[in-house]
């Protein structure tokens, strides 16, 4: 099978400052893909190229064999790909189901049906308890849940997401790993995460692709990698244990 | 919606129904401007309180609908009810033009504010030098015949201008409670909370506020409408001043911004309180010109530093009904 996503020599600059250089890689359909590396290495810079939130200096993007680079944010959205974003952006004054009613509403015109299906992917976040809580009162934690809520409601076929383990307690992180398997079991959805919690990592992607100062270094089986020497001397560090 | 919440909307609505059965002249002329103000209110909070577009030249919409209505009738003897379609359709070419420039061009925030200003600005210097309405000696139409009812002209007694501006509220009212709760609504307040994060979820930002600022301007058209039939009289001076577009808004915020019933609740709690003030100083032999702005500026001052979210939100958790 063809890969879903398929990123070809992508470059990005802000100012001279060059973000992103000729990078390429692909994420296979239903596999779940890892973008690694230190801060600043590019990564955020390579998911809002793909998601259209800036276009690409040069460079191709195509998702399912369809050219994706040159649309804007929302239409990404609407040709299938869902993604959080790494800085949370809560719709704060509204409540944690009307939260995902929102993305639901992208598939559906139908409030109630679009209420129904965000009901069930709330439950399935483990957000059940506090759906009728303005967004504005839930932890860190619970944000990055919601994050992921309101992109699987847009009922992507690629999920993007940005440091979504970040700043929680390793049962969470491990209640999530359990929740990305499922979703790519089941349903089949095809997932590329940017983590830092190698843990995650580890029991998630199939394949990494190691950034640093905007250029792959690296990349294969999450064992590879962590391995790899460049890796170890940008990255993770002699001592790395994972 | 709940229960109680229904009750007491029906109650109010009877009780307003059946006001000009009771009320004298005064009152009455007051309750038209609360009803005035809560429309014109209601149709601000669409593009502010639910898409988050801050506009402070609302006065452009009132104006240019007054003057569209007003000039044809004055000309040509066209009634309002032909002139009112001419007003939304110069009122919404206005929103166009302001939602495009500011939108096409990542134009947000105060900024977007700004533009609206210079907007009513413009076109109030513009009108002061239109011939065909008047020019700064303003526009005028004949006064009507209290006594009789020429619903076909709009001329009427007050009670009839009472129950035009009851029935637009009302509609309004039940228009913006419909939206609210359609996809229309969650799509605005997701654009009004993170527009980065509404994008990311195939939301078209730009064509929803665009929908915003038009269905916005199309209601403040029939304000400027009624304003026109209502006072017989229009000056550029009055109608673009920017102090009405502070008036506007003050009904709103002070009632509470992004809530059906703020712009209703301010509009009265604001008209009724100037006017009370107004009265006992004049019983009291004190006539202070700008009394009344003064009162305003304290008022708001009070109710951002007190109930930041407006007085309905407070008001509707102690009788336990929904916003």
């Not at chain 1, 259209?52 to 040159?70: L, W």
């Not at chain 2, 609740?265 to 202070?288: F, N, P, R, S």
Request: net charge positive; with cysteine.
């Amino acid at each position: 099978m063809s890969a879903l996503l398929e990123v070809r020599g992508l470059s990005k600059s802000f100012r001279g400052l060059r973000a992103l250089i000729d990078a390429s890689f692909e994420v296979p359909r239903g596999a779940i893909a890892a973008l690694i590396g230190p801060n600043g290495a590019g990564k955020t810079t390579c998911f809002n190229t793909i998601a259209g939130v800036h276009p690409a200096d040069s460079g191709s993007v195509s998702f399912d064999g369809r050219p994706i680079d040159g649309l804007l944010p929302h239409q990404v959205c609407a040709a299938g790909i869902g993604r959080t974003f790494q800085i949370v952006k809560p719709f704060a004054g509204l409540t944690v189901l009307d939260n995902v009613v929102v993305g639901a509403l992208l598939r559906t015109r139908n409030v109630s049906a679009a209420k129904r299906h965000a009901g069930e992917i709330v439950e399935k976040l483990g957000l059940g308890s506090r759906r009728n809580l303005p967004a504005a009162s839930l932890t860190l934690p619970d944000r990055k849940r919601l994050e992921v809520a309101r992109a699987l409601a847009t009922q992507p076929r690629l999920l993007l997401l940005d440091e979504v383990m970040a700043g929680i307690t390793p049962t969470e992180c491990d209640l999530m790993i359990g929740v990305f398997r499922e979703l790519n079991r089941s349903d089949g959805l095809t997932i590329l995460l940017i983590e830092h919690v190698m843990r995650a990592v580890m029991a998630l992607a199939q394949q990494v692709v190691v950034l640093n100062h905007g250029e792959i270094i690296a990349r294969g089986t999450p064992a590879e990698v962590v391995r790899n020497r460049a890796v170890l001397e940008c990255y993770l560090g002699e001592e790395a244990e994972v | 919606m709940n229960r109680r919440a229904a009750i007491l909307l029906a109650a109010l609505g009877v009780a307003l129904a059946a006001l000009p059965g009771f009320a004298n002249a005064y009152v009455l002329s007051v309750a038209t401007l609360i009803l005035f103000l809560a429309y014109t209110g209601q149709a601000w909070n669409v593009m502010m309180g639910f898409a988050g577009q801050l506009s402070l030249g609302h006065s452009l919409y009132v104006g240019v609908g007054a003057y569209a209505a007003a000039g044809l009738f004055f000309h040509f003897g066209i009634g309002p009810w032909a002139g009112v379609w001419l007003a939304i359709a110069l009122c919404a070419a206005f929103g166009a033009a302001i939602g495009f420039l500011a939108f096409r061009f990542g134009i947000s925030g105060v900024y977007f504010a700004l533009l609206t200003i210079a907007f009513a600005e413009f076109t109030r210097i513009g009108f002061d030098h239109l011939d065909w309405t008047g020019g700064p000696g303003g526009l005028f139409i004949k006064v009507a015949q209290r006594d009789q009812i020429d619903l076909a002209n709009f001329r009427g007694p007050p009670a009839m201008y009472y129950y035009a501006m009851l029935a637009l509220a009302a509609g309004a009212f039940a228009l913006c409670a419909v939206l609210l709760r359609s996809r229309a609504g969650y799509y605005w307040q997701a654009i009004r909370e993170n527009e980065e994060a509404a994008q990311a979820l195939g939301i078209n930002t730009f064509r929803w506020k665009m929908a915003a600022v038009l269905l916005s301007s199309a209601m403040t058209a029939v304000s400027g409408v009624f304003f026109a039939f209502y006072y017989n009289n229009l000056f550029p001076e009055q109608i673009f001043n920017i102090s009405r577009s502070i008036e506007i808004i003050l009904g709103p915020i002070i009632g509470g911004v992004g809530t059906l019933f703020g712009p209703i609740l301010g509009a009265a709690v604001l008209t009724i309180l100037a006017d009370l003030i107004t009265e006992l100083l004049a019983a009291l032999g004190w006539e202070i010109p700008g009394i009344k702005q003064v009162f305003y500026g304290i008022v708001l001052l009070v109710v951002i530093m007190f109930l930041p979210h407006g007085i309905w939100p407070a008001l509707a958790r102690k009788l336990g009904v929904g916003k």
